[in-house]
Every structure is written in structure tokens, then in C-alpha cells.
């Protein structure tokens, strides 16, 4: 069973940074052709923010996509999420997501829909405030 534990959440104030990290256990992540990050902000349902492909290609919410930076650690046990200049509408739980197949095929990215991933994370809270 894929195991995703995220961590590197926590409180940072507007302008800052944060660099959240997801492992994975059970499987290497060259098994997970698609990986990403989803936020759940107050009031609010899981939104994808950011995805990364078993080729390191990437896509982004356009609210977050030159704020942003989704990688995969060179031990492929690991994928990140730096997330500079942060704002308030930034606070919510960030979820890590994969799955074992593509991001992108049939001509789009298949990842904004919760239904597109299988394995999900606990989530760690991210919380920007001054």
C-alpha cells in the first residue's frame, strides 16, 4: 500500500517562504508517473495547486505557478513544494497526491479533478498571517 506523509507546514508571515515535503514509502516514486499538491483553504474545497510528471514536467494553478515549485528528490523517495511569496490566501491544508498513471495524455492534464489520484497524504496546515 503507497504510503505519502507530508510534512514542513507551519505559520509564516505574507512574503514568506515554505518548502513542504511529501514521502513515499511502500513504492518508489518512479512508480508514481504523476505526482502533486492539492489545498483545501477555509470554506473552501481541495483544489490542485501544483503536479509533477515521471518525466519532470510540471503544471500550476495559474494563482500560484510563478510563486511555486514542485520537484522530485534525486533518491525518488521525496517530492517537494517551495512556495515563495507567500500570501493570506495561501493558509489552508496542503495534501500530497500521486498516482500510476499520467499526468497528461489525450492531449491535457488529467490532474485538477480529486478523482484523478488514488494515494493521498494526511495533509499538513500551512498558515500565512501577519
Known amino acids: 500500500q503507497v504510503r505519502l506523509v507530508e510534512s514542513g507546514g507551519g505559520e509564516v508571515q505574507p512574503g514568506g517562504s515554505l518548502r513542504l515535503s511529501c514521502a513515499v514509502s511502500?513504492?518508489?516514486?518512479?512508480?508514481?508517473?504523476?505526482m502533486g499538491w492539492f489545498r483545501q483553504t477555509p470554506g473552501d474545497v481541495r483544489k490542485g495547486m501544483a503536479f509533477i510528471d515521471y518525466v519532470n514536467d510540471t503544471k500550476y494553478r495559474d494563482s500560484v505557478k510563478d510563486r511555486f515549485i514542485v520537484s522530485l528528490s534525486n533518491t525518488k523517495d521525496q517530492m517537494y513544494l517551495q512556495m515563495n511569496n507567500l500570501e493570506d490566501g495561501d493558509t489552508g491544508m496542503y495534501y500530497c497526491?500521486?498516482?500510476?498513471?499520467?499526468?497528461?495524455?489525450?492531449?491535457?492534464?488529467?490532474?485538477?479533478?480529486?478523482?484523478?489520484?488514488?494515494?493521498w497524504g494526511q495533509g499538513t496546515q500551512v498558515t500565512v498571517s501577519s
Open positions: 511502500e513504492v518508489t516514486v518512479s512508480a508514481l508517473y504523476c
Open positions: 497526491v500521486a498516482d500510476i498513471r499520467l499526468c497528461f495524455y489525450g492531449g491535457a492534464w488529467r490532474v485538477w479533478n480529486l478523482s484523478d489520484f488514488k494515494y
